[in-house]
């Protein structure tokens, strides 16, 4: 198959001598301020961190990647510069020209050894699972998501612990693939994170309209995280495209059939510059949900170095480091998405670049916005935020669980986000029934009031959810964004409405200029 007839390729467009002076995907998701790389510069590159990718394989042995001893393809080596395993057992052990898979590892990981390249991934220092699916110049052949988490936690060692597939299947009801991607997370593997693309299927080129409900699966199922695709920045976007702050038109869709948000969040995927397969050192720019894919799974890659260094400020009596659940991972880069400002465009080189209306928080265009962790994680010396974290805590059915914290703004003056409350709330649900039509088994709900400094509610001070006026009972990711008043009080309440279990789990992040208060009703 010719890369550029790929399906999952948007477009190509070659690359001449790389220079380092933009680094687009790292600075736009880490700060959305040009340039800047906070995780970068707190020392967060994804240092012992493992990404899957499961594509059509890669050149081991390309600039970005290698050298790979062959010792990969027959067991886990933990010696080597990027890629300690290669499971060829659904693939051929080759990469054709161009490489999809190549692609798609070098946005989420791939470096030149001992240098700050600007086609290097999002977490540069992060090594690779590869799970190839392609044989020869055939189609990719989607492995079941067993098999998928199976083959990450084939080691003694390290396993992997964030997947991320830039293929995808139609959109339709909740299929039995969904099924089993949900119960693998939520039964034997909660922590781990499974990053989808939602597909290009957006924009309808005969009719020029925007396409709704065209994300594909495992995209739409419940417990993965599904990631559509923004325009870049600056030599990245051709003439006559808005940039970053609009949404590319080929980036599919929701709602799912059950009316759950979908994607859930987007990163630029118009367009990545990556290493081109089996032609040293060469690099093109790639546009596609295939890219931001990738780069958002990288994100978690350096989420979770994050929580495993303990670069949490913290006051916990056994130190700040925890093993972050998938839950976490997922809570905290949507928590972190802040939504586009712009419209949907069309953005492809060879296309007119029409606009197709207004997004919104929290729609079916972009979910919860672009990514930027540092409006989600503290960073000491990077930013001024506190956060509040609950790693995979239990609840029992009816059960209330409740946090109380005070406004600080003084603390975070001159900034633009001195009142600005984020907190998200994440958990993995149970697997619905094939095509059903709420697919929702455990409901928890998230609400946030405004309190007296004794605790009591003050009237209509009740926030709700993902931009609705009443309680979310869909969605299994919940999250409130609003400006605190000066030195108020607050209320952040969890309460599992209707379980189907007697317990379950929850992961949730809290983040802004506060400080944590003791429960002031209790005696």
Request: hydrophobic content about 30%; some cysteine.
């Amino acid at each position: 198959m010719a890369l550029s007839t790929h399906p999952s390729i948007l477009s190509i467009e070659t690359e001449g001598p790389t220079q380092t002076d933009d680094f687009e995907s790292q600075w736009i998701t880490q700060s959305r301020t040009e340039r800047k790389r906070p995780l970068r510069g707190s020392g967060i590159t994804g240092k012992n961190q493992i990404i899957t990718i499961i594509d059509s394989g890669l050149d081991i042995n390309n600039k970005y990647f290698g050298p790979t001893s062959n010792s990969v393809f027959d067991r886990w080596d933990y010696s080597q510069r990027k890629v300690v395993k290669y499971d060829h057992s659904m693939g051929d052990k080759t990469e054709p020209k161009g490489g999809h898979g190549t692609m798609c590892a070098g946005a989420a990981a791939g470096k030149v050894a001992g240098t700050d390249n600007n086609a290097n991934g999002v977490a540069e220092d992060a090594k690779l699972h590869i799970i190839d699916i392609q044989n020869g110049n055939g189609g990719l052949r989607m492995p079941n998501a067993y098999s998928i988490f199976e083959s990450m936690h084939s080691t003694s060692g390290t396993p992997s612990r964030i997947a991320s597939g830039s293929s995808s299947t139609a959109y339709k009801a909740y299929p039995f693939s969904c099924r089993f991607f949900d119960e693998v997370l939520h039964d034997m593997y909660p922590g781990d994170l499974y990053v989808a693309s939602t597909g290009n299927d957006g924009y309808d080129r005969s009719t020029k309209v925007s396409k709704m409900r065209t994300v594909g699966n495992p995209a739409a199922c419940k417990n993965t995280l599904a990631v559509g695709a923004s325009q870049s920045h600056g030599d990245r976007i051709p003439a006559g495209a808005k940039g970053l702050e609009y949404l590319a038109a080929f980036s599919s869709r929701g709602p799912t059939y059950d009316g759950r948000m979908k994607p859930d969040l987007v990163a630029p995927g118009a367009s990545v510059l990556v290493p081109y397969a089996h032609e040293y050192g060469k690099t093109v720019q790639e546009s596609g949900t295939s890219f931001s894919t990738p780069t958002v799974a990288g994100l978690g890659a350096l989420v979770r170095q994050y929580f495993e260094e303990g670069k949490l400020p913290c006051n916990w009596s056994n130190g700040c480091k925890l093993d972050p659940s998938g839950s976490l991972v997922k809570a905290v880069l949507m928590n972190s998405a802040t939504s586009l400002k712009g419209e949907v465009q069309v953005s492809e080189a060879y296309l007119e670049k029409k606009l197709l209306g207004k997004v919104s928080e929290y729609d079916s265009n972009q979910g919860m916005g672009l990514v930027q962790l540092d409006s989600s994680l503290p960073l000491p010396g990077k930013n001024r935020i506190k956060a509040i974290v609950k790693n995979n805590k239990q609840i029992k059915d009816q059960e209330i669980q409740d946090i109380y914290i005070r406004a600080t703004p003084g603390k975070c003056a001159n900034t633009s986000y001195k009142h600005e409350l984020r907190v998200t709330l994440a958990w993995y649900d149970l697997p619905g029934a094939n095509s059903c039509a709420k697919c929702l088994v455990n409901d928890l709900d998230l609400v946030i009031h405004s309190v007296t400094a004794n605790g009591g509610v003050k009237p209509n001070s009740k926030q709700y959810p993902n931009g609705l006026n009443t309680k979310d009972n869909r969605n299994n990711v919940e999250r409130i964004r609003f400006e605190m008043d000066d030195k108020s009080y607050y209320r952040i309440r969890v309460k599992a409405t209707n379980l189907a279990t007697t317990t379950t789990k929850y992961s949730l992040i809290g983040s802004g200029c506060f400080e944590w208060v003791a429960d002031p009703t209790s005696s």
